[in-house]
């Protein structure tokens, strides 16, 4: 299973950026699909997440209204979009996938908590600038 982000860069304060997940090696239709994001010295928290097979998404109140996760399952790709952006919005940023099937329920209850997802991919920087 290998997952690729892409699309980070730096971008100033009210501006938006589309991250792309790239999948391959699994069946992305069957998988839950999240991105978290890490600061230097902070915790990774999870931002925003998605249920492929039914498209349900869920977002932490820190980025709802700003951030919107999709995905094209015919392209095994997620992406997140970010508008708004703040400086405290500056991390590097993971995509992460886990088989539905063994998703612990409720999903919005678990679904934030790294130790969840059983594949990341290796980040993309997102830097925002005042």
């Known amino acids: 299973v290998q997952l690729v982000e892409s699309g980070g860069g730096l971008v100033q304060a009210g501006g938006s950026l589309r991250l792309s997940c790239k999948a391959s090696g699994i069946t992305f239709d069957d998988y839950a699909i999240a991105w978290f994001r890490q600061a230097p010295g902070k915790e990774r928290e999870g931002v925003a997440c998605?249920?492929?097979?039914?498209?349900?998404?869920f977002y932490p109140n820190s980025v709802t209204g700003r951030f919107t996760i999709s995905s094209e399952n015919h392209e095994n790709t997620a992406y997140l979009v970010m508008s708004r952006l703040k400086p405290e919005d500056t991390a590097r940023y993971y995509c992460a996938a886990r088989p539905l099937e063994f998703f612990p329920r409720p999903m919005p209850e678990t679904w934030y908590a790294r130790e969840v997802w059983h594949y990341w991919g290796q980040g993309t920087q997102v830097t925002v600038s005042s």
């Open positions: 998605i249920s492929n097979s039914v498209g349900t998404t």
